[in-house]
């Protein structure tokens, strides 16, 4: 299992950008599938983004895609959320979660059963 800390979110304007990062603990991280999900004020946590263990192939939920984009540096065990025309309907509690993989995925797992491990969750809210 691998230990998940968020970096802090924030508060920003509708139109704004905002850089969340997600720091791995352990050797191993490059054999994790990486994956964000958020839960919004009074809703079921949602999929955001994921990413393959090498990085070459994402997945985006319809509601961000073309705004957000998902990245991993594997060197420095961390998977990062840019986030980019942010509007009020993205204001949520933004977690990041490791998928555990014997063999490299083709495409990225974007199911939240599929992520075993999770981290704190770091509140994102957009003003309007």
């Known amino acids: 299992q691998v230990f998940l800390v968020e970096s802090r979110g924030g508060l920003v304007q509708a139109g704004g950008s905002l850089r969340l990062s997600c720091a791995a603990s352990?050797?191993?991280?490059?054999?994790?599938?990486m994956g964000w999900f958020r839960q919004g004020p009074g809703k079921e946590r949602e999929f955001v983004a994921s990413?393959?263990?090498?990085?070459?192939?994402?997945k985006y939920a319809d509601s961000v895609k073309g705004r957000f984009t998902i990245s991993r540096d594997n060197a420095k065990n961390t998977v990062y959320l840019q986030m980019n025309s942010l509007k009020p309907e993205d204001t949520a509690v933004y977690y990041c979660?490791?998928?555990?993989?014997?063999?490299?995925?083709?495409?990225?797992?974007?199911?939240?059963?599929?992520?075993?491990?999770w981290g704190q969750g770091t509140q994102v809210t957009v003003s309007s």
């Open positions: 979660a490791a998928r555990q993989i014997a063999l490299s995925e083709a495409i990225p797992a974007a199911t939240e059963r599929d992520f075993g491990s």
């Open positions: 352990g050797r191993t991280f490059s054999s994790y599938t």
């Open positions: 990413i393959t263990s090498g990085g070459w192939s994402t």
